[in-house]
């Protein structure tokens, strides 16, 4: 077990630690929902992902308040934010930054771009080139970047926050499998219930309330807190358990591409996550269920018959992962799967 904050572990055994991240996340929570109304399991997944050291991909029809959740969370924590607006005419050098010739030195001088912050909103990304969406690759998954064979180190935090509408729309680029793997969770929003649709209108009819949005914690804060739940206990049986989950989506008739090695990773970090929100030091199967949707469903890739014949290829996903999670069996308390063969 690797700790890498002074004091996590007596955090832990005290429970002081747990208990100060439930605090943290209260605030935050009360801070995004002042602004995004009727939307609680759409932010508490945004803070998994946060305590997760991952990235969150948001996809759902214009006007439903992606964006907005992006940039709130964001203002929500005193942290360098920045945010690109996807566009095809965008470059990767707009993103990740250029070296640029300066004449009285005769040399190159690295200008950063917007990646170069704790948190970035990567709004409306399929709206760019997947040249250009190639620039969060390196970002996302290594945190550096690499420009004319140097390399720049991401500070920590870091997460990217990117807004998508669905592919049906027009003027958008499909995200490469690739890209869609580095996302540790997508969520979708959803429409707004009539009454958070009439709390709405008198909350932003006169006003902007991001205004009023004030930071409640800072980055040094979120550094501790997800060193405190990469201290989280998950037990071999619960191990065993998210592998065979992520092997029975390789081998689902439906699916031409099933989850990666490094979906596998997400997930268990997630449901460190989502443990360490609901006060356990430990990791139970209802963690591990509660985020095999947010955490797979855009990473499987649908045989084109089924998809074909198929209203949203989502729904599909979301069903084969429901599937899955009620045929796979779960592990009991006390017990130890048997040893697998080589």
């Known amino acids: 077990m690797t700790v890498t904050e002074p004091g996590v572990m007596q955090w832990r055994e005290s429970g002081t630690g747990l208990r100060h991240l439930a605090d943290v996340a209260t605030r935050i929570t009360r801070s995004v ?13 945004a803070l998994v992902v946060l305590l997760a050291e991952g990235h969150l991909l948001i996809e759902d029809v214009p006007g439903v308040g992606k964006t907005m959740l992006a940039k709130t969370l964001g203002r929500s924590i005193d942290a360098r934010v920045r945010r690109i607006q996807f566009t095809p005419d965008l470059l990767p050098s707009d993103v990740t930054g250029v070296s640029v010739y300066k004449q009285d030195t005769h040399d190159f001088e690295f200008r950063p771009g917007p990646i ?80 958070a649709e009439l709390t709405m209108l008198d909350s932003h009819g006169n006003t902007e309330p991001l205004d009023a949005v004030d930071p409640v914690t800072e ?37 031409a591409l099933g989850a990666s090695p490094r979906a596998t990773l997400h997930l268990i970090r997630t449901a460190r996550a989502r443990a360490a929100l609901d006060g356990r ?39 084969i992962i429901a599937e899955i999670i009620m045929r796979v069996p779960i592990p009991r308390p006390g017990t130890r799967p048997p040893r697998r063969g080589r």
């Open 219 to 255: 980055a040094a804060e979120i550094i501790r807190l997800i060193s405190l739940v990469r201290s989280v206990h998950v037990s071999e049986e619960v191990r065993h358990y998210i592998v065979d989950l992520i092997t029975a989506t390789r081998r689902h008739p439906e699916l």
């Open 281 to 319: 030091a430990f990791v139970v199967p209802d963690d591990v269920q509660a985020m095999a949707e947010p955490v797979l469903t855009h990473r499987l890739l649908v045989r084109p018959e089924i998809a074909a014949s198929s209203a949203s290829v989502t729904e599909v996903a979301s069903r």
């Open 33 to 45: 929902e002042s602004v995004i109304d009727g939307k609680p399991e759409v932010i508490r997944t």
């Open 116 to 195: 170069f912050s704790n948190l970035v909103i990567a709004d409306e990304i399929n709206r760019a080139s997947p040249k250009a969406q190639s620039a969060l690759l390196e970002c996302m998954e290594e945190h550096q970047v690499t420009i004319d064979g140097v390399t720049y180190h991401l500070e920590s935090p870091f997460m990217v926050i990117a807004t998508q509408n669905p592919i049906e729309m027009e003027g958008t680029y499909p995200l490469p499998e690739a890209q869609r793997d580095r996302f540790t969770a997508r969520v979708s929003m959803g429409y707004p219930s009539p009454a």
